[in-house]
């Protein structure tokens, strides 16, 4: 199933570059959307629903076993098609920038693993930007356009990972407490990749979750693009790029859906990238 948007988050692990050194990507993102997948789980058909964003990544270490990095999601436009009379809007917004500190607490031979925290501050406006209609007449309101959130969300969690010659294996999982009365959320990664052909072409797949734990007071929203209260899914993600140099590197990325997809839109995922590391 390739029915979900994944959020294109830079899954770090649990290593940390050595003091003075880091790593930064730039990549931009586009999600051709069909068929939203409601919260009571029905896919309901809209018009057209396309998504852009620009985002960048950074982290740099700082002390033996610690890094600081920052996601930031520059710019993010979604066009949105009213069925009831055929017009576009399009919708432009900053993203919500997260901050965080990862700690590698545990280093024995090929194993490591850390602890991360973060914080997740709103410069996107939250409220309803634009009213979703079916695709279908009587074209039924199915929901609103949402480009941010409005709160604060804070995270913690940990991380573990084994690394070989060629080839890595790491997972982890985070608590993330929303404020506002939103739901808090479990998130979730496991990941395989590493240079097994050719140390300049590195390949990686990914398995995410992003699952409601603990209802909140604030109602869950109707919202495309996953933005909004409740959402939901387990996605998966192919990842390849090519080390230009011992700096420099370019890559794509295609993901999707695997299941449990509620309150965001169905579609692949697309990303191209370009990252550096010193």
């Not at 949105?80 to 917004?93: E, I, N, P, Y």
Request: aromatic residues 12%; without cysteine.
């Amino acid at each position: 199933m390739l029915a979900a948007l994944v959020p294109g988050v830079a899954h770090a692990g649990p290593w940390t570059p050595d003091p003075g050194h880091g790593y930064a990507k730039l990549w931009l993102t586009e999600l051709p959307g069909f068929g939203y997948h409601a919260g009571d789980g029905r896919t309901i058909g809209l018009g057209l629903y396309d998504e852009l964003s620009l985002s960048a990544y950074g982290e740099v270490g700082v002390a033996d076993g610690l890094a600081i990095s920052l996601h930031a999601p520059l710019v993010r436009m979604y066009f949105l098609q009213d069925t009831r009379d055929g017009s576009t809007t399009a919708h432009v917004a900053p993203g919500d920038p997260t901050l965080s500190a990862r700690w590698r607490f545990v280093r024995f031979e090929r194993f490591v693993a850390a602890v991360q925290v973060g914080v997740k501050l709103p410069f996107a406006p939250g409220g309803v930007a634009q009213t979703v209609y079916a695709g279908d007449a009587p074209h039924d309101p199915v929901g609103g356009l949402e480009v941010g959130t409005a709160v604060v969300d804070i995270s913690g969690g940990l991380s573990f990972g084994l690394a070989w010659d060629r080839v890595y294996v790491t997972g982890g999982a985070t608590f993330v407490g929303r404020t506002g009365g939103w739901d808090q959320v479990l998130s979730w990664s496991a990941e395989v990749g590493g240079s097994p052909f050719d140390p300049r072409f590195g390949i990686r797949a990914r398995v995410v979750g992003w699952h409601p734990l603990i209802r909140g007071s604030e109602l869950r929203g109707e919202s495309p693009n996953g933005v909004s209260n409740g959402t939901e899914y387990v996605g998966v993600g192919v990842e390849g790029e090519w080390w230009l140099d011992s700096h420099w590197a370019v890559g794509g990325a295609f993901e999707g859906g695997l299941g449990a997809l509620h309150r965001q839109i169905g579609g692949p995922v697309f990303d191209v990238y370009l990252a550096a590391k010193w």
